[in-house]
T-cell receptor
């Protein structure tokens, strides 16, 4: 049973528009959430994170929103750029332990 | 060299072969991880080493054997693998205490094909 779900395998967005990537989780013990970005033939790179004590964290064009009651988080990218085309992984951890639980990823395609 | 370096980038091996994957980090981190990424599946944590001691072993078959000789190096020894073990194997590192404060830093991975 997947504790972290990214239900959209892929998403296509026009350049300059907003990209919204979604992630749902089932374990209420998760207290830290991270987004990673992965290009082909490279390892994932850390993008942005949020602690469960917050509901929003912003870093430049990237904003992560956390809705604890819905057990849902989303990553907003605005404006979307061609270099944002990649696979985005959502991950969660409980009590800051080593076990990061990962979603299956969403492939984001930015169209020119 | 900076970051996390994995070698080789690609590996093709027969089911009776023995090979090793190597990971090296130059970030001063003291926790290192092996992950497996299969197509369209979540990343699967295989092993965690913290301060050179193994702290997690997620029911990984014994045909995978990790080794952490020091805080900068991590190996994954492979023997008698199966075709279903073909995947991208990723190494990562972080500061001790897990990923939450700093996130992981990943290597580029080794694309393993078992024939």
């Amino acid at each position: 049973d997947q504790q972290v779900k990214q239900n959209s395998p892929s998403l296509s967005v026009q350049e300059g528009r907003i990209s919204i990537l979604n992630c749902d989780y089932t374990n209420s013990m998760f207290d830290y959430f991270l987004w990673y970005k992965k290009y082909p033939a490279e390892g994932p790179t850390f993008l942005i994170s949020i602690s469960s004590i917050k509901d929003k964290n912003e870093d430049g064009r990237f904003t992560v929103f956390l809705n604890k009651s819905a057990k849902h988080l989303s990553l907003h990218i605005v404006p979307s750029q061609p270099g944002d085309s990649a696979v985005y992984f959502c991950a969660a951890s409980a009590n800051s332990n080593y076990q990061l639980i990962w979603g299956a990823g969403t492939k984001l395609i930015i169209k020119p | 060299e900076t970051g996390v370096t994995q070698t080789p980038r690609h590996l093709v091996m027969g089911m009776t072969n023995k090979k090793s994957l190597k990971c090296e980090q130059h970030l001063g981190h003291n926790a290192m991880y092996w992950y497996k990424q299969s197509a369209k599946k979540p990343l699967e944590l295989m092993f965690v080493y913290s301060l050179e001691e193994r702290v997690e072993n997620n029911s990984v078959p014994s045909r995978f054997s990790p080794e952490c000789p020091n805080s900068s190096h991590l190996f994954l020894h492979l023997h008698t693998l199966q075709p279903e073990d073909s995947a991208l194997y990723l190494c990562a590192s972080s500061q001790e205490g897990g990923p939450s404060n700093y996130g992981y830093t990943f290597g580029s991975g080794t694309r393993l094909t078992v024939v």
